[in-house]
């Protein structure tokens, strides 16, 4: 089944009208796989994820994004959440005054609301919180303090796998989480991942590093530049990336008229 | 600096307090020279203007217009015409006292057990009782405070009057209640405190108006700690969105005491609050924080200050507030360093929180420092929801209202942060955040 189908997506930003930041973007990504979106600084990737979670600020100017075949560009942030996208963020936000647990409970139940299910019991939710972070090697102090509000880079980065492992999303696009973290964090993060590696679902790794697809190994590589993607592959493309360099891809790209 | 009364106000505010005074009955002459001389200074520097500084964005001539002298009304409790959590905050936690329209209720509930030596007592009865000795301290911290303070000394009929007695711990807090219910009461409700050397004492004074009510609460609460007293006080104001509130409070520290006050103040046509205290002797500590919650067409103004006149005394200052429709706050905090107040620390700040265009925040931290060794720091900030955070909240499956209510709440629950009975610490959070549902669930745009 075809997770996500994403055809001919152009996107600038909202202040930036006629500076394309995607331009004409194809990429479908199956249940069940885990794909890695690689590619250099500034290539377009975060925009990606931000325009697959509904960011504002950014305009879809043309193309096309079904997600499980319905087409995503009509949805809140909410209702994407709601029916299975998560995005990890690069930058996790910090939200003063409001504790962890409380904001991952509002969060579980307003999509088990939508599921019509019912909302969990909040010992029952505590418990499941507290196992899951502890499997991350995130310390429990952690859970009461408000959403990543002085938390280390590393600890911010744990916090967005336990929100994702806590709300079990379909489609997770996992942005730079593995930068910041040190080697031992690396891999309890890959772990948790890996274990919600699913027949069901799918997840996009976008990332700059092969250490973390050692852990967690990819079905399908993609390589984004200059707004489109320019080359895919299997796992080997990532570790020919990792020799040659991005500009390696870089030059197989179509070129692409600069706009004033 | 002169509004001046025309010679018709002058003569209406006169021939109402020779009335007042045949109503009011007999009284011991030091109180009738204090209303006098209120009187007299009243008369004479007339209402604020908007050309003073300390009121240029609060425009009094809807109050001046209407009728300002005390209207006797019945004391009988309209029902299910309050804010009911506030109205039963502290219901059978602590001693309450409870006025309606300025007068005490009949058949008032019974508080606790009495503690052995405190004086919580109507004003009425105090005055009248030598023993109290209360002419040491009401009316004595106000010069040079505005018209409205004067106002209300000129023309209490009651309050409420409380001695803590030296070195009492009175563990549950004590809650004066003061309801505005008949349509067009105007209201004097005098409160004066007593906070013996070594006490320890919570007040909470709540001021409350009828729903759909114009009505006027002007209140002045005069405190005095003596050396090494501790004492926490809450006061609340919430009059009707068509109501008036104008409250005084004024404190003087002596040596080594605690100050702890934290204001509320939501809704009201017009909320005016002004807060000034003395640190008289040294290494006293004060707190001033507050909470502001201006919406529709409200209009809520804090003026503070903190006059450090001794040495080694710490002064914190924090208040916040969220401002939406067409509301309005004003916040002036100023902080006066005399020479001689050597090792100073003061501190204060102010945050707002605007949730929609045409709200309007003027808010002005000032330092006033004649003295060399000091610390002192201040800031104001103005600002929106911040987006990322709503973004955030919406990426996790959280709806755009519920997100807007989560930051706005925590917002406000960081203000109470120094509240410390949890209890009533709890009742608050409580308040606030079926105030917080109300702003960011109807109406407010997203
Ligand atoms: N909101 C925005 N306003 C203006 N430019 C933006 C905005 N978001 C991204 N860009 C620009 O788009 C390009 C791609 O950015 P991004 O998607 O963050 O790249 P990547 O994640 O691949 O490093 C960059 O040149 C960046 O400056
Ligand atoms: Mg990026």
């Not at chain 1, 969060?107 to 299910?117: M, P, V, Y």
């Not at chain 1, 399908?220 to 990532?238: E, N, P, Q, W, Y």
Request: glycine share 10%.
């Amino acid at each position: 089944m075809v997770m996500l189908s994403i055809k001919n997506l152009q996107a600038e930003a909202a202040g930036k009208p006629g500076k394309p930041i995607l331009r004409g973007l194809n990429l479908e990504v199956e249940a069940g796989e885990v794909c890695a979106l690689m590619g250099p600084n500034g290539s377009g990737k975060s925009t990606l994820a931000n325009v697959l979670a509904g960011r504002e600020g950014i305009t879809v100017t043309a193309g096309e994004i079904l997600y499980q075949g319905k087409d995503l560009q009509t949805l809140s942030p909410e209702e994407r959440a709601r029916e299975g996208i998560f995005l990890g963020f690069q930058y996790p936000v910090e939200i003063p005054g409001v504790a962890n647990t409380y904001f991952l409970r509002a969060a579980l139940n307003a999509i088990r609301k939508h599921r019509g299910e019912e909302e969990l019991d909040p010992m029952d939710f505590l418990a499941l919180v507290k196992q899951k972070a502890k499997s991350l090697g995130l310390a429990p102090d952690l859970l009461g303090r408000p959403v990543n509000e002085g938390f280390s880079g590393g600890e911010k980065k744990r916090n967005e796998i336990l929100q994702m492992s806590v709300l079990e999303p379909r489609l997770a696009v996992l942005d730079e989480t593995d930068s910041g973290l040190d080697i031992d964090a690396l891999r309890e993060v890959a772990a948790a991942v890996q274990a919600l590696r699913d027949p069901s679902r799918a997840i996009v790794v976008i990332t700059h590093h092969q250490r973390l697809l050692d852990y967690l190994v990819p079905d399908r590589v993609h390589v984004l530049a200059g707004g489109t993607i320019v080359a895919s592959g299997d796992k080997s493309l990532a570790v020919e990336l990792e020799e040659h360099g991005y500009g390696w891809a870089g030059a197989k790209a179509p070129l692409v008229e600069e706009v004033a | 600096m002169n509004a001046g009364l025309d010679a018709d106000e002058r003569a209406e505010l006169t021939a109402g307090f020779s009335q007042a005074m045949a109503r009011e009955g007999p009284a011991p002459s030091w109180l009738l020279t204090t209303r006098q001389d209120a009187l007299h200074a009243l008369l004479e520097q007339g209402w604020p203007t908007t050309k003073q500084e300390d009121w240029r964005f609060t425009d009094v001539s809807p109050l001046t217009r209407r009728e300002l002298l005390p209207v006797p009304v019945a004391a009988t409790l309209p029902k299910g015409t309050f804010d009911e959590s506030l109205l039963h905050l502290g219901r059978g936690v602590g001693h309450r006292l409870v006025f309606v329209d300025g007068r005490q209720q009949a058949g008032g509930e019974a508080g606790l057990p009495p503690l052995r030596g405190l004086v919580m007592a109507p004003l009425s009865t105090a005055i009248r009782d030598e023993s109290t000795q209360i002419g040491r301290v009401l009316g004595r911290q106000l010069q040079g405070f505005h018209a409205f303070a004067a106002l209300n000394t000129a023309f209490m009929t009651d309050g409420v009057f409380v001695h803590i007695p030296d070195g009492l711990v009175v563990e549950a807090p004590l809650f004066l209640v003061y309801l505005a219910a008949a349509e067009g009461s105007t209201s004097f409700p005098r409160t004066v405190v007593v906070a013996g050397a070594n006490s320890q004492a919570t007040i909470v004074e709540v001021h409350l108006g009828a729903d759909g009510r114009a009505t006027l609460s002007d209140a002045v609460t005069e405190i005095l700690l003596e050396p090494g007293a501790r004492l926490a006080y809450l006061g609340v104001q919430k009059p009707s969105p068509d109501g008036f509130h104008v409250g005084h409070l004024a404190v003087t520290q002596q040596a080594g005491s605690v100050f702890h006050a934290h204001s509320l103040a939501l809704d009201g046509r017009l909320v005016r609050n002004d807060a000034h205290v003395v640190l008289a002797a040294g290494d006293c500590a004060c707190q001033l924080d507050g909470i502001y919650l201006a919406a529709g067409g409200s209009h809520i103004d804090n003026q503070t200050s903190i006059d450090h006149r001794a040495p080694r005394c710490q002064s914190r200052e924090s208040y916040r507030g969220v401002v939406s429709d067409r509301g309005q706050a004003v916040w002036s905090g100023r902080a006066v360093v005399r020479p001689g107040a050597q090792g100073t620390d003061a501190r204060q700040s102010n945050r707002n929180l605007i949730l929609t265009d045409g709200a309007v925040v003027h808010a002005k931290p000032h330092l006033e420092i004649f003295a060399n060794d000091v610390k002192c720091s201040h800031g104001a900030t103005t600002g929106r929801l911040d987006p990322e955070a709503l973004f955030y909240l919406r990426t996790r499956g959280i709806g755009a209202k519920d997100a807007r209510q989560i930051l706005v709440a925590a917002f406000l629950r960081e203000g109470l942060g120094a509240v410390a009975d949890p209890a009533l610490r709890g009742e608050l959070e409580a308040i606030l955040a079926s105030r917080t549902h109300a702003l960011t669930q109807e109406g407010a745009t997203p």
